[in-house]
């Protein structure tokens, strides 16, 4: 079962995969570096904080917006997809 993500009240379902690009640099977190080109948690293995585990966790952010992230989400209603749209038009995202 797909996990859904809730932001600004609106469910969404995340697909995809990181393909360690890096372009999110975590939140500058200090256990974030890019090691032969790849994006590397040096805690990844570790005990890592749930907020990590569950980054990115909406569509909000830039690194979805501007589809360099691996990850999409999609509203998991036509009601949350209307909602999303109005809310986007409305930030000018
Ligand atoms: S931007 Fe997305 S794909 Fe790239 S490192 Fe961050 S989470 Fe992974």
Redesign the pocket.
């Known amino acids: 079962m797909e996990k859904i993500f809730k932001s600004h009240g609106l469910k969404f379902y995340r697909t995809g995969k990181?393909?360690?690009?890096?372009?999110?640099e975590?939140l500058d977190c200090p256990h974030f570096k890019m090691i032969d080109d790849l994006?590397t948690c040096d805690i990844y293995k570790g005990n890592r904080p749930q907020i990590c585990k569950d980054?990115?966790n909406h569509p909000f952010l830039r690194?979805i917006r501007s589809g360099?992230?691996?990850?999409k989400f999609e509203p998991v209603t036509k009601k949350d997809d209307k909602k999303f749209k109005e809310l986007l038009k409305a930030w000018q995202l």
């Open positions: 990181c393909k360690r690009c890096g372009a999110c975590k994006a980054f990115p690194v360099v992230c691996g990850y």
